[in-house]
């Protein structure tokens, strides 16, 4: 049976639930089956897996409407899409997957819908007769669809706790830079800003969720959700490169460790310490200024990578004379300046209001 890790089959869910979504034609065709008191039992792909598990049935091949979708699921047997959900390819089809692989499911469409899936690796639908009920299986994963007054719920129940936890990452992100300014930072501050950092990170990718699986019905909450996050992602990745221990160890690999932490394990201090290459929490340490120069308008990344290489941390970046930050390639008199300004007016305005 084809294997995959956990983020591909959270990427093929979500793939299928944005086929799935309120306005299109798959969901459509899945509506007017419920309406009909009908089952159904969709595969979306057909691989060589698919094709050695099907019998019977017909090749078709037309476009996938609602209306055809609906009307072929009259027949007993399933219907295989091609990955796009776009075209019929086949219907009337028996699906005789292997009855040895585990299944939790009771009823006789079910149970094949969730070893097709286990066993072929593609997206299988089963519609519910008596519950009138959708339920997605993706490998090992099974959904069931919500309505969408439901979703909204959850979806706007989430925003509100993505909020807060944006607010909070202000705070602690106003803090951290007020004591780099003043080249005060403690692994702990540090700790503290990339937990807030990757907890709205976690939130958002749920609200996205949300917002896929309700298609039209969510372009509200994604402009919500986007105005929320901004540049968080990016802020995650500025304090690991200005705070990583060792500088051998790649940043992906440090950004995907930090990822696959759980949920008590990333709000463990010294488990996150330790992500970062510190074995103490307490020690001092100092920025390199990655963060604090992408807050500087119009400078290129490939500035900011020249700069931190030439002095190493920001309290000897700050110090650096015009002639020194025009000594650098690619900085001149006017860039100079302006990076010389905008520093200090980082420094002033984080000396104003260290609390944001």
Request: aromatic share 2%.
């Amino acid at each position: 049976m084809p294997e995959r890790t956990r983020r591909e089959r959270d990427e093929a869910l979500r793939e299928v639930l944005a086929l799935l979504a309120p306005g299109s034609s798959l969901r459509e065709g899945m509506e007017r089956i419920i309406r009909s008191g009908r089952g159904a039992l969709l595969v979306i792909g057909w691989t060589p897996e698919v094709e050695a598990i099907v019998s019977g049935g017909f090749v078709i091949d037309i476009g996938a409407t609602s209306q055809r979708i609906a009307e072929l699921a009259k027949m007993d047997g399933a219907l295989v899409l091609d990955a796009g959900a776009n075209r019929v390819l086949r219907a009337n089809v028996h699906l005789v997957p292997d009855p040895t692989i585990d299944t939790a499911e009771t009823g006789t469409r079910h149970r094949s819908a969730e070893r097709t899936a286990k066993q072929t690796g593609m997206p299988v639908i089963a519609v519910s007769e008596a519950m009138g009920m959708v339920t997605l299986y993706v490998g090992d994963t099974k959904h069931v669809l919500e309505e969408v007054a439901a979703l909204l719920v959850r979806a706007n129940q989430a925003l509100s706790t993505l909020e807060r936890y944006r607010s909070r990452l202000d705070e602690v992100s106003a803090v951290l830079t007020a004591r780099e300014v003043e080249d005060a930072v403690t692994v702990r501050d540090v700790v503290l800003t990339l937990q807030r950092a990757e907890m709205l990170r976690r939130i958002a990718i749920e609200v996205e969720d949300h917002v896929i699986e309700l298609g039209t019905e969510g372009r509200l909450i994604q402009l919500q959700l986007e105005e929320l996050v901004g540049t968080v992602v990016d802020e995650r990745e500025l304090l690991v490169r200005d705070y990583l221990g060792d500088r051998r160890r790649k940043l992906a690999k440090v950004l995907t460790d930090l990822g696959r932490l759980s949920t008590d394990a990333l709000l463990d201090t010294d488990t996150v310490a330790l992500v970062l290459g510190y074995d103490e929490s307490d020690r001092p340490v100092t920025t390199r200024g990655y963060r604090l120069l992408s807050r500087i308008p119009r400078l290129p990344p490939v500035i900011i990578e020249r700069l931190v290489t030439r002095f190493a941390t920001l309290p000897r970046l700050m110090d650096a004379s015009l002639a020194d930050l025009d000594a650098v390639e690619g900085i001149g008199g006017a860039r100079a300046r302006s990076i010389q300004d905008g520093l200090r007016r980082l420094a002033e305005n984080s000396r104003l209001d260290p609390y944001g």
